[in-house]
């Protein structure tokens, strides 16, 4: 099944500092989301982009999707240590019969006071 | 709004016994999953319901795991027996919109060590 693959798997920064984490999948899509999870907690929904759409904001988050390469980024804009969590794509195949979120591996993000 | 609640946040069991675990969605939403997410991994889908009917479940190891929703709205999954390898975080979510094509809102998990 597709699965969305992120990169680097760890990254870690001071605050202050911008953070960018890659996903690259392999099939057509619908849509591409953007979760964080904390440690020990659930996954909270950051940010969704669709396949039509090639960049998006939502506060200090910037997601970019490019379609032809098959990858999209998550940019965090001046690091805070509250941002340390896994963070973790999700793709959906486009046409699917039913449709179900897909979750990469994830890339942890340290971000150090 | 209140989120999705699991219960409970941790569970111990040996090898071959049987455990259980309970979700509650955000209210009115009718799409459910359970996933599971081991240690290092992503969290791969079990099972989805849309109100109380299956309609994803290829994922499920149903000699062993089996999942209800009864009503439409709880629902519980059971492992039984377990084995070593059922050692992982499940997570229970629910959308408004059938399918993925909104944002998942994800209960806290169950953490399950199976020894």
């Known amino acids: 099944s597709q699965q969305g693959e992120e990169d680097p798997q760890a990254l870690s920064i001071q605050e202050g500092e911008n953070a960018t984490m890659n996903c690259s999948y392999k099939t057509s899509i619908n849509n591409l989301q953007w979760y964080r999870q904390n440690s020990g907690r659930g996954l909270v929904h950051l940010i969704l982009?669709?396949?039509?759409?090639r960049e998006k904001h939502s506060g200090r988050l910037r997601v970019t999707l490019d379609t032809s390469k098959k990858s999209s980024s998550l940019l965090i804009t001046a690091s805070r240590a509250a941002d340390t969590a896994s963070y973790f794509c999700?793709?959906?195949?486009?046409?699917?019969?039913?449709?179900?979120?897909?979750f990469g591996k994830g890339t942890k993000l340290s971000v150090k006071p | 709004e209140a989120g999705v609640a699991q219960s409970p946040r941790y569970k111990i069991i040996e090898k071959r016994q049987s455990v259980a675990f309970w979700c509650n969605p955000i209210s009115g939403h009718a799409t459910l999953y359970w996933y599971q997410q081991i240690l290092g991994q992503g969290p791969k889908l079990l099972i989805q319901f849309q109100n109380n009917g299956v309609v994803d479940d290829s994922q499920l190891p149903k000699d062993r795991f089996s999942a209800e929703r009864l009503k439409g709205v709880d629902s519980t999954l059971k492992i039984q027996p377990a084995k070593l390898e059922d050692s992982a975080v499940y997570l229970c979510?629910?959308?408004?919109?059938?399918?993925?094509?909104?944002?998942?809102?994800f209960g806290s998990g169950t953490r399950l060590t199976v020894v």
């Open positions: 982009i669709r396949s039509n759409e």
């Open positions: 999700a793709t959906v195949n486009y046409g699917g019969s039913q449709g179900n979120l897909i």
């Open positions: 979510a629910s959308s408004l919109v059938r399918g993925p094509w909104g944002g998942y809102t």
